[in-house]
C-alpha cells in the first residue's frame, strides 16, 4: 500500500537510510593530524588503537586487521585448521562467516540457529558435530549475544574451538562483560554499518601472547620485525619471512578514527537501545510480528534492528521492502542464508528449517543516532500499512 501526503503524491518525507555512521570534525581532525604526522601506514596509533579495544571489551590483545573476515581468516590459521577439517558455521549470517573455513581448505558446515537469537546455540550445533570438527565460528548475529557458555561447555571437553564472530557486537554484553573476553579468538568489524567504524576494518581478540605475536607477523607478509619497527629503529634491522602471511594491515589513519568511535561507543549504544525500545513498543501491537530483544544472559546493541513478519503475511516481505522504499526509506532484506548462495550450492546441507524462515521472512529496519521520533513513526506506519493492521 502506498501511503499519500495531503496533496495526494508521496509523503514529504526526507530519505531514511538503513544506517548513518556518527562521525565529525573530531574524527576529520584526528585522521588529518596522522596525515600531518607523514606516517599513515600502520605505525603507532594502530598500536594505540589495539590497546583501546583491549581495554574497553577486557581481552588481553588486540591485533588490529583489515576486516572482519582477515580476522576470521587468521584465527583459523592460528588454530592450525586445514584440509580435512570441519568448521561449524551458521548459515544465516554475511557470507563471510562461510568462506573463512574455504579460506584454510576447511569444510564449512551449517548448523542452524534459534527463532528467538538468530544465533547458533549448543543445541543446534551438537547434531552436526562430528569426529572431524576442528572448530565453531560463533556469530553474535546483528549484535545479539549468543549463549557462549553454553557453546564452551558443549565444544570444550571435545577439543574444539570456539572463535567469536563478534563482527556486529562490539558494545554488546554477555553476563555482565562486554562481548570480546569470552573466548580465546574474538573477531570485531568496523566496517561502515557497524556500531562504530574506521571506514572498513577489523580487529582479532586473543587471550594468547603467542597468538598475538604470530597474527601481527601474518597480517604483515609473515615479517619477524615490522615496517613500523624498522622505521622508528636507530639501527639497521633487516626483516626476515618466517612464514607465508598476509597483508591484512591497518592504517594509522584508520586507526585514529577509530580511536575517536570508541570514546563515543556507550553513548552510540545507549541511543541505539533508545530508538529500539521506542520500535518496539509502537510494533507491540502488530499480531504474530516478532522483533529483536535481549536475551536473557546479555544485551544488545542493536547493531540492526530486525522484525520477522508473521506467517501469514498478505504480501510478500520483498513487496514490503518496495513499499517501504518507494517511500523514501531504505531498509534491507533479514539476515542472508549462505547455504542458498550460488556458492555453497556444491554443499551438502542438513536440514535447516528455522534459517530459512528467518532469512525468508525478516527485514531490518534503519536505526542510526540522528533518528527523529517522526522517522520511526513513518518507517512504523509504512510497515503497519502494508501489513494491514490500522
Not at 62 to 89: F, N
Not at 191 to 213: F, Q, S, Y
Not at 223 to 245: C, D, F, K, P, Q
Request: hydrophobic letters at 45%; glycine letters at 8%; proline letters at 5%.
Amino acid at each position: 500500500m502506498r501511503l499519500q501526503s495531503s496533496q495526494g503524491g508521496q509523503t514529504g518525507q526526507q530519505a531514511i537510510p538503513i544506517i548513518k555512521p556518527w562521525l565529525g570534525e573530531e574524527e576529520a581532525a584526528a585522521a588529518a593530524d596522522v596525515i600531518s604526522s607523514g606516517w599513515i601506514a600502520q605505525g603507532p596509533r594502530v598500536a594505540e588503537f589495539e590497546r583501546a579495544v583491549a581495554a574497553s571489551v577486557g581481552a588481553a590483545h588486540g591485533v588490529a586487521l583489515s576486516s572482519c573476515t582477515a580476522s576470521l581468516h587468521l584465527a583459523l590459521v592460528v588454530l592450525g585448521i586445514g584440509p580435512g577439517d570441519e568448521v561449524v558455521v551458521p548459515s544465516l549470517s554475511f557470507i563471510a562467516t562461510a568462506n573463512a573455513p574455504r579460506y584454510v581448505g576447511a569444510k564449512p558446515v551449517f548448523a542452524d540457529v534459534t527463532e528467538s537469537t538468530q544465533n547458533i546455540a549448543a543445541e543446534t550445533i551438537e547434531p552436526v558435530l562430528t569426529t572431524d570438527t576442528k572448530a565453531v565460528i560463533l556469530v553474535h548475529q546483528a549484535g545479539v549475544p549468543a549463549d557462549i557458555d553454553a557453546v564452551h561447555d558443549l565444544c570444550d571437553p571435545l577439543g574444539i574451538a570456539v572463535v567469536e564472530d563478534a563482527a556486529c557486537a562490539i558494545g554488546s554484553t554477555y553476563r555482565g562483560h562486554r562481548i570480546g573476553r569470552h573466548s580465546d579468538l574474538v573477531a570485531f568489524s568496523f566496517h561502515p554499518r557497524k556500531v562504530i567504524t574506521t571506514g572498513e576494518g577489523g580487529m582479532l581478540m586473543t587471550t594468547r601472547p603467542d597468538w598475538a605475536d604470530r597474527i601481527r607477523r601474518l597480517r604483515e607478509h609473515g615479517m619477524n620485525v615490522s615496517a613500523a619497527s624498522r622505521h622508528e629503529s636507530r639501527y639497521l634491522l633487516i626483516e626476515e619471512y618466517l612464514e607465508t602471511g598476509f597483508n591484512y594491515r591497518m592504517t594509522d589513519i584508520q586507526a585514529a578514527v577509530g580511536l575517536v568511535q570508541l570514546r563515543r561507543l556507550d553513548a552510540m549504544v545507549t541511543r541505539r537501545r533508545e530508538l529500539a525500545g521506542r520500535y518496539r513498543e509502537a510494533l507491540a501491537d502488530v499480531p504474530g510480528l516478532q522483533v529483536v530483544d535481549d536475551p536473557p544472559w546479555g544485551t544488545t546493541n542493536y547493531q540492526s534492528f530486525w522484525v520477522v513478519l508473521p506467517d501469514d503475511l498478505p504480501t510478500s516481505r520483498n513487496d514490503i521492502l518496495r513499499a517501504m522504499m518507494q517511500e523514501r526509506v531504505s531498509p534491507r532484506r533479514g539476515i542472508m542464508a549462505a547455504h542458498l548462495e550460488p556458492a555453497f550450492a556444491d554443499e551438502a546441507v542438513a536440514s535447516l528449517p528455522v534459517t530459512e524462515r528467518l532469512t525468508r521472512q525478516s527485514l531490518l529496519l534503519p536505526l542510526f543516532h540522528t533518528m527523529e521520533e517522526s522517522d520511526q513513526e513513518h518507517v512504523v506506519a509504512i510497515l503497519k500499512s502494508e501489513l494491514g493492521v490500522a
